[in-house]
């Protein structure tokens, strides 16, 4: 069984300023600092230090080549992306004095998915394999719709959300994980006992997990439902929390770990990510997920 994630790829420009610019205002910046990211690329990374072989596929422009050699040093297979003409998705993000930031996301090459491009990717799976996706690349509906004539296991993680969402056949995905605002733009419901009713009434047959921030996780399928509290830690950067748990749920489910033992994978790994700066840099290794104690 082969694991897919199919995702974006993004270039992070970080800069430290006194305070986040004002219109009409040009700063200078004290720090700039560049780093791999993108909620594809930090699920690989997370599925990858959870001991998972995964293939990402995706499109990066012609200043993403730093990705090939990253991704392949960290045991993610780079066979299916791809380098198209134009610049990569980037995100231009201010952190200001007090640790507010403010970001503006270029999907550049995560926009640029043709359908023939999937295609191609797809024909290198088969039923059974499993695809993981987010929703910060374009032909997501697509991918969703041949990922599924193909009898593979889908599992998605609408985020961010946004009207695209409304495009795809959710009713096609095998498990669903959102997190707490996702599941109320998703549901319209503003508790998670509501959102995860509705999430069931709308797919009765989806594994449905709902993370809650420092306040954990619910996962529901049937008349399954298993309340995983977080684990408490000082939170220094609650960057690629989400990402973290995502791929230490996933790399649990097709480790065949219980659930209950997934869902204490995932918030230990997710807890461990939030004590340290950064995004991809901050999601840990199994053998440090195995030695923490709550
Ligand atoms: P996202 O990053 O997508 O917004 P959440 O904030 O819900 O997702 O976080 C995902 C998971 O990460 C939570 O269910 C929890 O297990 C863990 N987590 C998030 N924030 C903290 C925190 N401050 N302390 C401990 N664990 C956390």
Same mark, same amino acid.
């Given at each position: ?5 199919? /995702? ?15 219109? /009409? *205002? ?17 699920? +690989?990374? &997370? ?49 200001? $004095?007090?640790?507010?930031?403010? #970001? ?6 995560? %926009? ?7 295609? $191609?990717?797809? =024909? ?13 690349? +374009? *032909?997501?509906?697509?991918? #969703?719709?041949? =990922?599924?004539?193909?009898? !593979? ?9 946004? *009207? %695209? ?14 997190? *707490? ?18 999430? $069931?009434? +709308?797919?009765?047959?989806?594994? #449905? ?20 509290? &977080?684990?408490?830690? $000082? ?24 659930? %209950? ?5 995932? +918030?230990?790994?997710? &807890? ?6 950064? &995004? ?5 290794? !199994? ?8």
């Amino acid at each position: 069984m082969k694991v897919l994630n199919f /995702g974006s790829l993004n270039l992070d420009y970080t800069y430290e300023v006194e305070h986040i610019v004002r219109e /009409g *205002e040009t700063i200078a910046a004290d720090q700039v600092q560049m780093n791999l990211g993108g909620k594809g690329f930090n699920q +690989s990374m &997370a599925l990858a230090r959870a001991g998972i072989s995964v293939y990402h596929a995706g499109l990066v422009g012609e200043e993403g080549i730093d990705f090939y050699d990253v991704c392949q040093d960290s045991g993610i297979k780079t066979d299916y992306i791809k380098t198209v003409v134009g610049r990569c998705g980037h995100t231009v993000i201010q952190v200001d $004095e007090n640790g507010q930031n403010s #970001i503006i996301l270029f999907g550049g090459a995560n %926009r640029k998915n043709t359908k023939e491009y999937v295609d $191609e990717v797809l =024909a290198n799976f088969t039923s059974g394999d499993v695809i993981l996706l987010q929703n910060e690349i +374009s *032909e997501v509906p697509y991918i #969703i719709e041949q =990922a599924f004539k193909k009898g !593979m296991t889908i599992v998605f993680n609408p985020s961010p959300y946004d *009207e %695209r969402i409304d495009e795809c056949d959710l009713g096609k995905v095998s498990t669903l994980i959102v997190n *707490e605002t996702e599941g109320q733009q998703l549901t319209g419901m503003t508790t998670p006992s509501t959102i995860v009713a509705a999430m $069931e009434a +709308s797919f009765p047959n989806a594994k #449905i997990v709902l993370t809650l921030g420092e306040k954990g996780s619910i996962y529901h399928l049937g008349d399954d439902e298993l309340y995983q509290p &977080a684990f408490a830690v $000082e939170a220094v950067d609650t960057t690629a929390a989400g990402d973290t748990f995502t791929g230490f749920f996933v790399a649990g489910l097709l480790k065949q770990y219980t659930v %209950r033992d997934a869902l204490i994978k995932a +918030s230990k790994a997710a &807890a461990i990510a939030v004590t340290k700066p950064g &995004a991809a840099l901050s999601i840990p290794f !199994m053998s440090e997920v195995e030695l923490f104690e709550a």
